[in-house]
């Protein structure tokens, strides 16, 4: 028989009981403390909460994009580098891996993991912080500067804590998720994941691999700590703990987890700054363009978009492809081009001037000088001029271009403008005729150290790229076709006629006269003494208004007869917009570069109409394009077709990608003016039209002789690699077709071959020469 227990049950002692209360009162005092504390906190006592509409709308300093006609952002305006993306944009491994490191239970709490808050408390945070994604978002989005004094901090988290379960109350987890991805600060530039995927993987987030998302999101921890450019190591080992936490939450296997671990980082960094990427110069318009048109187009409430946050939406008709096609050949020309420049100027005693005296070299300069950044700042230093003008001649450390990438050296001040003045510059714009819109549009060879845009804002002289206006002025008002013929002899305009002060007598620029020249051949050659004739018929004011009705500034335009050789001074904006009426028809399609912006929700406030106007009839306009056509078959743009004779041969040190072996019709023109200072060609098939100009930033900067000078040397190789960039890319549907032919034609084109004067595929000198 089972004895029953002896043993008594020990009773409380009354002091016990005592401290069980006690424990009580103080646990029960300090939750109704933190009760009160939150109570208080979100009544504002410790400072002011958010608002409903600052709830509603949390993210702030949107990027404004700049957006190809092809669907590829070229650039963006920004106080803070982002552009938001939405859910279905994030891969489902990229979301994966930031549950898993960050917030394992955030689908299940509602703004505070409480879990995870008692372990905090309990181990002092030595196993894992409390806070949430929501919570890091409420602090991303509403704590201003994270306060080193550990009672205020407390405060604001408090604050943050309250704001995660508002934020969770109004969004879904996929919206906080995602507004999470779109704030965060990963550095370099990149704010949100949508500029963080491209600047250091150079594609979109929804293109990230496992491994890119283990990398980005490890920055989560510290962007400043984790920086995969200062720190690539601390990187890889954060990178290899975020798989490990997939891993642990079987996001990936284990096998997978080894696997990826074992990789390098990969990161491809492609900085998103505004001297930097694809389309440089017409970003800068496109800045240019914004600016005028916010002061004109206001919000409902009155107040001003702000290009810099508000997130607009900039689509332009810029192509992407074509765009880098255009830079890629303005890059492999020049820089070849350089080459042979700074050969030539080895024996040059001005170098890199010619043709000047020392007195003018001097001037140049001194110009320089006084419009340098440097003058600017110190002049606002409040330096003398005797001060600034001596720092000028003090070596100093500078990092200058070149084409092999920037040069960190010690030199002058005013030697370091020497050495810029003896850059040859380039520029390229490109349209399609029949609308009008910009495909590519390059202002200079390098932005970050060239910021002068010398498609719009440049104006240079033309030389002969400008006799085409003439030819079809006397074609539209004489009736006259590319076969009459003209005599080649020397030709006078008397004084007094056209308000000479004297005789104007052109000379050609080769030298050679005699015999008669049909009009092909003379624009194939850019006789200068036919194109005299030719502007006499119709006098130079019909011509002036020809080429007012193209857009062509006309304000300084004087009414002289020398205009037809090229004298006046054209931006190659104006110049690509005329050669486009040539193109289309006799109809003037006023340039497109912006089709249409949106504000950050896609409304549209704004779209682009067209802005034509019919200049010349089809037939003269044709009959015009038919004579340009003669330029690329026997004239001074004839190194386009196939290779010939030796040819550009000779100059393979300066002519890029020759022989280009086009067979396509092309219709075109080539430029020279005096001294060789500019070099342009302009081009043209059915859909497109295609002006380069080349030259030195002073036109005093050029070269000796006009075989390298002319712009069938300098400008057309631009323009050839450029157009067979293009035409490998089919996608892009650069015609290879003929020019639409009138059906009411009644003037002769074919004049049957022609092969007068002393052309070759080295193109026909076309120097003005008076």
């Not at 404004?64 to 944009?89: C, H, L, M, W």
């Not at 002025?473 to 020397?490: E, F």
Request: proline share 5%; net charge neutral.
């Amino acid at each position: 028989m089972a004895k029953k227990s002896t043993k008594k049950k020990t009773a409380v002692q009354p002091e016990e009981k005592r401290h069980i209360k006690t424990f009580w009162k103080i646990f029960g005092g300090f939750l109704l403390l933190v009760l009160l504390i939150f109570l208080l906190a979100s009544w504002g006592v410790f400072g002011s909460l958010p608002d409903e509409t600052s709830l509603e709308n949390p993210e702030k300093n949107l990027a404004t994009e700049i957006i190809a006609s092809d669907g590829k952002v070229i650039g963006k305006f920004y106080q803070e580098n982002r552009t938001p993306v939405q859910y279905e944009e994030l891969p489902d491994h990229l979301i994966n891996a930031l549950i898993a490191t960050e917030d394992v239970r955030f689908y299940d709490h509602s703004g505070i993991d409480a879990r995870g808050t008692v372990r905090a408390v309990a181990f002092l945070g030595s196993k894992g912080g409390a806070s949430t994604i929501s919570q890091q978002l409420a602090k991303l989005f509403f704590t201003e500067q994270v306060s080193r004094n550990k009672l205020e901090r407390g405060i604001q988290k408090i604050k943050e804590w309250i704001i995660a379960t508002r934020l969770e109350r109004r969004y879904t987890k996929e919206e906080i998720i995602t507004m999470y991805f779109n704030e965060y600060d990963f550095l370099n530039q990149a704010v949100g994941i949508e500029s963080a995927a491209n600047i250091y993987f150079a594609k979109d987030p929804s293109d990230l691999t496992t491994l890119e998302s283990a990398v980005l999101v490890g920055m989560f921890k510290n962007s400043s700590l984790y920086n995969p450019r200062r720190n690539p190591e601390g990187v890889r080992n954060r990178r290899n703990v975020v798989l490990a936490q997939m891993a642990k939450y079987d996001y990936i296997t284990e096998q997978v987890k080894d696997s990826l671990q074992a990789l390098p980082l990969n990161i491809k960094f492609t900085p998103q700054g505004h001297d930097e990427g694809i389309a440089t110069y017409f970003r800068e318009y496109a800045r240019a363009f914004m600016a005028d048109w916010i002061k004109e187009n206001p919000k409902s409430d009155g107040s001003f978009y702000d290009i810099y946050s508000d997130g607009l939406k900039v689509y332009t008709t810029i192509d992407s492809k074509m765009q880098e096609y255009a830079e890629e050949a303005v890059t492999m020309h020049m820089a070849n081009l350089q080459k042979e420049f700074a050969k030539q100027n080895e024996k040059n005693k001005t170098a890199p001037f010619r043709d000047i005296t020392p007195e003018e070299t001097e001037m140049i300069l001194n110009t320089a000088m006084r419009r340098s950044d440097r003058w600017k700042v110190m002049k606002a230093q409040g330096k003398s001029e005797a001060e600034i003008i001596k720092s000028f001649s003090k070596k100093t450390p500078m990092s200058i271009f070149s084409w092999k990438g920037d040069i960190d050296t010690t030199m002058t001040p005013m030697d370091s403008i020497r050495y810029y003045k003896s850059i040859l510059q380039a520029s390229l714009m490109s349209m399609t005729p029949q609308t009008g819109e910009v495909k590519a549009w390059v202002g200079g060879i390098n932005y970050k150290h060239f910021k002068y845009d010398m498609v719009k804002k440049g104006k240079r002289q033309i030389g002969s790229t400008f006799k085409p206006f003439v030819y079809a002025t006397v074609i539209d008002q004489m009736h006259m076709s590319p076969c009459d013929t003209l005599p080649n002899t020397m030709y006078t305009i008397p004084a007094g006629k056209y308000g000479l002060l004297k005789p104007w007598t052109p000379k050609n620029a080769g030298g050679g006269y005699g015999g008669m020249v049909s009009l092909r051949s003379a624009l194939a050659q850019s006789i200068n003494t036919v194109t005299a004739r030719l502007i006499d018929r119709v006098g130079p004011q019909p011509v002036i208004d020809l080429v007012k009705k193209m857009d062509v500034d006309t304000n300084d335009m004087p009414v002289a007869p020398s205009i037809a050789l090229g004298t006046p001074d054209v931006s190659l904006y104006e110049m690509v917009g005329a050669y486009s009426t040539f193109a289309n028809e006799g109809v003037y399609v006023k340039p497109t570069l912006i089709s249409r912006i949106e504000d950050k929700n896609g409304t549209v406030l704004f779209q682009n109409v067209p802005e034509t106007r019919d200049v010349i009839g089809n037939e003269t306009a044709y009959v015009t394009v038919s004579l340009m056509e003669g330029v690329t078959q026997a004239g001074s743009g004839s190194r386009l077709r196939g290779s010939g004779r030796e040819g550009a041969a000779v100059y393979k040190n300066a002519v890029t990608g020759y022989p280009y072996k086009f067979e396509n019709p092309i219709a075109g023109k080539t430029g020279t003016t005096q001294n060789n200072s500019d070099g342009w060609f302009m081009g043209m098939v059915p859909n497109l039209v295609t002006g380069v100009w080349v030259g030195g930033e002073d036109r005093a900067t050029h070269f000796g002789s006009t075989a390298y000078g002319q712009g069938a040397t300098m400008a057309l190789p631009i323009w050839a690699i450029y157009m067979r960039k293009c035409y490998e890319n089919e996608e892009l549907g650069v015609s290879t077709g003929r020019f639409p032919r009138p059906s009411n034609l009644s003037i002769i084109t074919d004049c049957g071959a022609f092969r007068e004067g002393n052309s070759d595929v080295e193109g026909i000198p076309d120097e003005l020469d008076f």
